[in-house]
């Protein structure tokens, strides 16, 4: 198993266009919809230049694969941190060996498997593995 980047940032937000527009105009990230089953009503991806969606901007009722209390406003409005990933079978081992609650996820749409665990601090990690 090897972490190959921070894979992206999910912002809870009350103002969801407002957040796009903010992360669209100070930072240059291109706005896109998610793909489903999130809605253009409940979640935005702000893309880098190569493409990469780096920040995910959700509404206050958009559905979570790992829903826990999130509220805008400050450091509440941080959800998880995702990395991308390598070796989904590894990391489910290591998991179960160390007797860790977890969730999985798949994302048909865009090819991705995806386990979500705690630290021990109570952070949330998304642990992101794409197809290919």
């Known amino acids: ?9 999910n912002i809870i937000t009350d103002d969801l266009m407002g957040t796009a527009r903010f992360y669209e105009e100070l930072l240059d990230l291109e706005i896109r919809l998610a793909p489903p089953p999130l809605t253009p009503d409940n979640a935005r991806w702000a893309h880098d230049a190569a493409g990469n969606a780096v920040v995910h901007i959700n509404s206050t009722d958009c559905p979570r694969t790992y829903d826990r209390a999130a509220a805008p406003g400050p450091t509440g409005s941080i959800h998880h941190v995702a990395f991308r990933c390598r070796d989904y079978p590894a990391m489910v081992a290591r998991l179960e060996a160390r007797g860790a609650d977890y969730q999985s996820n798949e994302v048909e749409a865009i090819g991705l498997k995806q386990l979500f665990t705690l630290d021990p601090n109570g952070v949330l990690l998304e642990l992101n593995f794409f197809a290919g």
């Open 1 to 9: 198993m090897t972490i190959e980047r921070l894979d992206h940032v």
